[in-house]
């Protein structure tokens, strides 16, 4: 809980209550966006307390996007590194070398696809847990050891347009939830067109779903056909949908998600130990400590500064 919900433990801890915790959430929210003090938009929250329903929601981040989605983020990043950006140039290997007496510190031998092998004072693994630790054995077995215990699970994504009279319900939130007792291929489905604007043309929505396949092995094994049929069933079940969608895209990921299981934040403790003996070593990444888009920004903010506190010493 502490890994995958920390502002849920934070409220527990600091109000002793959740219920607590959310509101008081939710009135600094409030006090911010409306520029007033948090007194007074507590005294104004209690004033109309029988007339506002509070949802946990309300006190959680809002969510984020780009106007012409998450795909500007990489061009930008592209823009910005120009000709020291390497594409089709996966790594094939990565050494230490502790050889090099020229050096107060450790180097490491980088030898990618269709690049000649080079060295470099510092190394930033932005990758999945099991990628970064495939990179490291030879040189870091312990640390690719703890890196190899974060388990991944895959993920099915289907994204569905219809025509807006297609679908009976509302569409007037952020999409819902499925418990597993439900005994559903679909976890969740999000209504994009709901939450961002723009992202479907007039008089239509676009819905996305995903589907856990780690509790579903003949799904996750299924065609993308079957895939999108099944999950968009279940929708128009929910939602009161008729007909076939305008058009849907299917994308499968065998190691999606990785996994905060019971022992995660010790096992990202231990990963931070292991470090230390890896001087210009650094890793970034959903596994560590948050997966959402602000966590992972977090991440490579975090590794970055602490990059150039490496650098300057």
Same mark, same amino acid.
């Given at each position: ?24 959430? &939710? ?13 007074? /938009?507590? *005294? ?18 809002t ?6 989605g998450?795909?500007?983020?990489? $061009? ?10 390497r594409?089709? @140039? ?7 070398d502790?050889e090099?007496?020229l050096?107060d510190?450790?180097?490491w031998k980088?030898?990618?696809? =269709? ?12 990758? !999945?847990? &099991? ?12 640390? @690719?050891?703890?890196?190899? /215990? ?20 509302p569409?007037? =939130?952020? =999409?819902?939830m499925?418990? *597993? ?11 994009? @067109?709901?939450?961002f !604007? ?13 589907? /856990?396949?780690? @509790?579903?092995? $003949?799904l ?7 895939l ?13 949908i008729?007909?076939? !969608? ?15 299981t019971?022992?995660?934040?010790? *096992? ?6 292991? %470090?230390?003996?890896? !001087? ?6 959903? &596994? %560590? ?5 602000? $966590? ?15 650098? *300057?010493?």
């Open positions: 809980m502490l890994s995958a919900f920390p502002a849920l433990v934070e409220w527990e801890r600091s109000t002793g209550s959740l219920v607590r915790g959310a509101i008081r959430a &939710y009135k600094s929210k409030k006090a911010k966006k409306d520029g007033t003090s948090a007194a007074s /938009a507590a *005294r104004k929250a209690s004033q109309t307390e029988a007339n506002e329903k509070l949802r946990v929601t309300d006190s959680l981040p969510l984020g996007s780009f106007k012409n998450m795909g500007t983020l990489i $061009d930008r990043l592209a823009k910005e590194l120009k000709d020291e950006l594409l089709e @140039s996966p790594v094939e290997s990565l050494l230490i502790r090099d007496t050096r510190h450790s180097a980088v030898r990618a696809r =269709g690049l000649e092998e080079f060295c470099t004072d510092a190394v930033v693994l932005a990758l !999945p847990a &099991y990628a970064a630790a495939t990179l490291l054995q030879p040189s870091a077995p312990q640390l @690719s050891s703890l890196l190899s /215990a974060i388990e991944h699970a895959p993920m099915n994504v289907v994204a569905s347009a219809y025509h807006r009279n297609q679908v009976r319900h569409l007037d =939130g952020f =999409g819902f499925v418990p *597993r007792k439900e005994g559903l291929h679909t976890v969740c489905t999000i209504w994009n @067109s709901s939450v !604007p723009g992202r479907a043309p007039e008089g239509s929505v676009l819905m996305t779903s995903f589907s /856990a396949g780690e @509790s579903h092995d $003949d996750m094994n299924a065609s993308e056909r079957v999108a049929q099944t999950v968009e069933a279940e929708n128009a079940k929910i939602l009161g008729t007909g076939t !969608p305008i058009d849907h895209a299917v994308w499968k990921y065998p190691r999606a998600l990785p996994q905060y019971i022992g995660h934040a010790q *096992r990202v403790q231990a990963i931070a130990a292991a %470090l230390h003996e890896f !001087p210009g070593l650094y890793l970034a990444g959903n &596994y %560590l400590n948050g997966r959402s888009i602000g $966590d992972c920004a977090a991440s490579g903010f975090q590794a970055a500064d602490t990059l150039h506190s490496h650098m *300057r010493t």
